[in-house]
T-cell receptor, first 113, second 112 residues
């Protein structure tokens, strides 16, 4: 089955620790995205990547970092510099050549205390 | 900067009734997407609208796109409880590459 997987589903960390969220897709999509969603709010773009070894900042990139070493994988690191990291994180991918419909993974709920 | 506004943000309706959710956007685009999100879950793609006048229907939901008015609508016919969810529209701007800009979402509650 083709799709996007994110792990873990739930993640708990202490303040001051970096944490890496995994996102893998086997859809052969070129582009991948990371969004943050806070309770009762919409999606805000953190980072996106349209090709391997290249990525761009979204609207709220401060305190986050990404890498795109393989087409299938786009991990997100939430660093200790992120002031309020507790949120629901969603990864998505799209086949850019046609149009931009994005397919979403199941999400990771991160809680930092 | 592309802005996307949905209204209403909260909608409570009775089963069997009809209603429309509106999605307005600020710059030229002919690509718009509707998604559904259940509480605590991810987003599920509902409709892809790729040209002016596009209309798509699935069950009790129908989406349309008017690129001249920069407006998309999501019409709900004879609502049922299972349609309770948050609905997002997302717009692909002409100069934004593959980026989507999402509306704030419309939280729909269908009451028996």
């Amino acid at each position: 089955d083709g799709g996007i997987t994110q792990s873990p589903k739930y993640l708990f960390r202490k303040e001051g620790q970096n944490v890496t969220l995994s996102c893998e897709q086997n859809l052969n999509h070129d582009a991948m995205y990371w969004y943050r969603q806070d309770p009762g709010q919409g999606l805000r773009l953190i980072y996106y990547s349209q090709i391997v070894n290249d990525f761009q900042k979204g609207d709220i990139a401060e305190g986050y970092s990404v890498s795109r070493e393989k087409k299938e994988s786009f991990p997100l690191t939430v660093t200790s510099a992120q002031k309020n990291p507790t949120a629901f994180y969603l990864c998505a991918s799209s086949l850019v050549l046609l149009y931009g419909e994005q397919y979403f993974g199941p999400g990771t709920r991160l809680t930092v205390t | 900067e592309l802005k996307v506004e949905q209204n209403p943000l909260f909608l409570s309706m009775q089963e069997g009734k009809n209603y429309t959710i509106y999605c307005n956007y600020s710059t030229t685009s002919d690509r718009l997407y509707w998604y559904r999100q259940d509480p605590g879950k991810s987003l599920e793609s509902l409709f892809v609208l790729l040209s002016n006048g596009a209309v798509k229907q699935e069950g009790r939901l129908m989406a349309s796109l008017d690129t001249k008015a920069r407006l998309s609508t999501l019409h709900i016919t004879a609502a049922v409880h299972d349609l309770s969810a948050t609905y997002f529209c997302a717009v692909e701007g002409e100069t934004s590459g593959s980026r989507l800009t999402f509306g704030e979402g419309t939280q729909l509650t269908v009451n028996p």
